[in-house]
């Protein structure tokens, strides 16, 4: 099991099998695709296909969603990271999304932030990834906060399928500005 990124709060690794039935827990939620065109899974086999995508693109990629686990109890409470975007999305082919899904029970808490800014750091620093982008359904105004608080800019709204969503992007010199900051902050 590959650990990618740790937290205060959280470990970020390699989403697993053994991960089902938390995951389908999660995706299986209607709140949780509420901003997502309402389609929320119905089987485990469903969530197996799913976490054996996420594993597939590890090996393609080199990168792919990781599951987010809260080091207080050992839970899988969702997924968050990194993933290449290959087809036409926007007028865009072949850049990196940051994205997040969290168990409801676990909204709230500040942990959608800190794991995007886990997978930002991990993009930059490790992937040397020249920017980011970050998407959100224009009505979900928490996701569109996440993104903002972890750095990025929005750029332009746009059509995913029918859905109206906001594009946001953070490059690594912005990244690197944000860093600088936060270490004079800390002085």
């Known amino acids: 099991m590959k650990i990618f990124a740790e937290t205060e709060r959280l470990i970020?690794?390699?989403?697993?099998?053994?991960?089902?039935?938390?995951?389908?827990?999660?995706?299986?939620?209607?709140?949780?695709h509420k901003y997502l065109g309402n389609n929320p899974i119905?089987?485990?086999d469903q969530a197996f296909e799913l976490i054996a995508n996420v594993q597939q693109q590890y090996i393609d990629n080199k990168i792919g969603r990781w599951a987010v686990i809260e080091k207080s109890t050992g839970e899988f409470i969702g997924w968050s990271g990194l993933k290449l975007i290959k087809e036409n999305w926007n007028n865009h082919i072949n850049f990196y999304d940051i994205?997040?899904?969290?168990?409801?029970?676990?909204?709230?808490?500040g942990y959608a932030t800190e794991s995007a800014m886990a997978a930002l750091a991990y993009g930059f620093n490790n992937l040397n990834i020249s920017e980011i982008i970050g998407t959100a359904n224009v009505e979900n105004k928490a996701s569109r906060n996440t993104l903002e608080k972890c750095?990025?800019?929005?750029?332009?709204?746009?059509?995913?399928?029918?859905?109206?969503?906001?594009w946001l992007r953070i490059t690594n010199e912005e990244w690197n500005e944000i860093k600088f900051k936060n270490k004079i902050q800390k002085l």
Request: charged content about 30%.
């Open 99 to 109: 994205g997040y899904r969290l168990n409801p029970k676990y909204w709230q808490k």
């Open 151 to 166: 750095g990025l800019k929005f750029i332009e709204k746009f059509y995913w399928n029918t859905i109206y969503c906001d």
């Open 12 to 32: 970020l690794r390699e989403i697993l099998a053994k991960d089902v039935e938390a995951f389908f827990e999660m995706d299986s939620n209607a709140e949780v």
């Open 42 to 44: 119905k089987t485990l």
